[in-house]
């Protein structure tokens, strides 16, 4: 097996502790920028494994940089510098780069068919992008939150409440991950608004600077929600409706699904008292089977189910759902999604799962 991926990235050793529980030898690895650098070594690298599994760029800066870079080539913009740590720059430009990547790669792999693919290159693409993702989860007859489409402004984000008739929003930057630049904005009639973010907005004499945080930022000037959304659209942005999640005490969840082989798996509560319920912002994980009824149960294995078969050649794929009242709303789709460190599904974890079930 080889792994397109960071090597000592948390990734890699829990895949490679699941190998060691299940007694196979360790997987090769790939260094992401190494293969950027030099394509041509990948086929080397797969004379011997028959199995290939994508990991994200994300985790080395390095290879972060060259896709960015890439990406400024092919929309015939300056190159940038690498960002400051955490900071949310061109994030449609680093796409760019990126697509462009999986494309080579999909190509390398249609010269050798004999190896396996975890997540297709062309899936991973579609659900990075996550304003397509959405579309296409809707054309499978999937339940997805109601899209308002891209938001190109503040001006217009005001335009499109007007004409769909709302006061409350997400707003997603298209390729964002893990929460990153996602907006919860509300207005009322009294023309009060404010938007909670995990977005720190930094305004000084040149153009606004986004960084991600942990903590949540809550912006309610018109100045600074204005220059919020500005500089995420210009990364390219998108609206839909806001959706309730189900409650918990004091706080509210959605649910992260591992389906894998096609089959939902692992499943955990997310739970929190933000707008935002990523486990990384320091939420907390909840037994689903301990929050949902049996219809509610049965609504999140059949979306689950239905999503996954929306992506026939991706092996392990996350979902994130809301499910209340025996329906399932699918809110992300994720071909990196099985990061779930400890959550066991008939005793495996993400990790030896997907290798079992192959």
């Known amino acids: 097996m080889l792994l397109l991926a960071t090597s000592g990235s948390k990734r ?118 996550k304003l397509a993702c959405q579309h296409h989860l809707a054309a499978h007859g999937i339940a997805i939150p109601t899209l308002l489409g891209p938001v190109h402004s503040y001006d217009h984000l005001q335009s499109l409440l007007h004409e769909h008739d709302l006061d409350r929003v997400y707003l997603k930057p298209r390729y964002g991950s893990s929460a990153s630049g996602v907006v919860a904005y509300r207005r009322n009639k009294a ?9 720190a907005l930094q ?14 930022a809550r912006y309610e000037t018109q100045h600074d929600i204005a220059a919020l959304v500005d500089a995420l659209a210009a990364q390219q942005l998108y609206a839909e409706a806001w959706l309730n999640k189900p409650r ?32 990384h912002l320091d939420n907390l994980r909840g037994e689903a089977a301990g929050l949902l009824s049996a219809a509610d149960m049965t609504a999140l294995e059949a979306a689950a189910t239905q999503a996954a078969r929306a992506f026939p050649n991706s092996h392990v794929t996350g979902y994130d759902l809301v499910v209340r009242h025996g329906q399932g709303h699918v809110l992300e789709a994720n071909a990196f999604g099985d990061l779930l460190p400890g959550l066991l599904w008939q005793g495996a974890d993400t990790y030896a799962a997907q290798l079992t079930h192959v």
């Open 203 to 216: 305004q000084g004499d040149g153009a606004a600077r986004l960084f991600n945080v942990k903590r949540m």
């Open 191 to 199: 023309g009060r608004q404010q938007a909670t973010t995990s977005a």
């Open 12 to 129: 890699v050793r829990l895949m490679q502790a699941a190998r060691a529980h299940l007694r196979l030898p360790p997987a090769q690895v790939m260094e992401w920028r190494d293969w950027l650098a030099q394509p041509a070594r990948l086929e080397d690298a797969l004379r011997q494994p028959s199995r290939l599994k994508i990991e994200p760029p994300g985790d080395d800066p390095a290879a972060h940089l060259l896709l960015l870079q890439a990406g400024c080539r092919l929309l015939d913009r300056p190159l940038l510098s690498a960002p400051a740590h955490g900071e949310l720059l061109a994030m449609d430009a680093w796409f760019a780069g990126f697509s462009n990547a999986m494309q080579g790669l999909a190509r390398q792999l249609a010269a050798m068919p004999q190896i396996r693919v975890f997540n297709a290159p062309a899936e991973i693409c579609l659900m990075t992008d």
């Open 248 to 279: 918990c005490g004091d706080s509210h969840y959605d649910l992260r699904v591992v389906t894998v082989a096609g089959q939902p798996a692992h499943r955990v509560a997310r739970i929190g008292d933000q707008m935002m319920t990523n486990l």
